[in-house]
């Protein structure tokens, strides 16, 4: 083989490359890109993310430690989300308890949602705000997810609000 047929096999060997690298990149972005803009995808419904949204009955109630602290009567906490958690997780409440919680996001926009009560809340980035719920009466295990679309790791951003039976007085 001589020099000429040798350069000529390396430059098609090359843009072959390319080529095979820029259609698998401009596939893999089309993907990406189509299902965030897809209208009929809600980023908001966890379920479109293969994820169960239903409650689970609450085992074992021992282990736990309650979230945030009573204030007037209300339970108030702090909770945070990061990509791609939630921070306390497990969000711990009594049954039917009134709880306020006092939502932030640390690095984007992100929501929470708790469908089985239908609950849901955005989280400005560096900015407290309270929202407002009350627990469900049934104890339990109610699975937590974000409703804005936060990036590639969004459809597995989940966290737990357990609701602990209501101490008898």
């Not at 083989?1 to 430059?11: A, G, L, N, P, T």
């Not at 992100?110 to 560096?126: L, R, T, W």
């Not at 990036?151 to 602990?164: A, I, P, R």
């Amino acid at each position: 083989m001589d020099d000429k047929s040798d350069f000529r096999y390396r430059v098609f060997g090359v843009l072959g490359l390319t080529l095979l690298l820029g259609i698998t990149l401009l596939s893999n972005s089309y993907v990406v890109h189509s299902h965030s803009n897809d209208p009929d995808h809600d980023h908001g419904d966890p379920a479109q993310h293969g994820q169960d949204v239903k409650a689970q009955e609450l085992k074992d109630a021992s282990g736990y430690q309650l979230s945030g602290t009573v204030i007037n009567g209300r339970r108030v906490v702090d909770y945070d989300a990061f990509q791609y958690y939630f921070s306390p997780d497990p969000l711990v409440v009594y049954a039917g308890e009134e709880v306020e919680l006092k939502v932030k996001s640390g690095d984007i926009e992100h929501g929470v949602v708790i469908p089985e009560i239908d609950f849901s809340a955005k989280m400005p980035v560096d900015e407290r705000v309270s929202a407002i719920l009350t627990a469900p009466t049934k104890p339990g295990e109610y699975p937590v997810f974000c409703s804005i679309y936060c990036g590639s790791g969004h459809g597995d951003m989940k966290g737990m609000l357990v609701v602990l039976p209501k101490p008898s007085k």
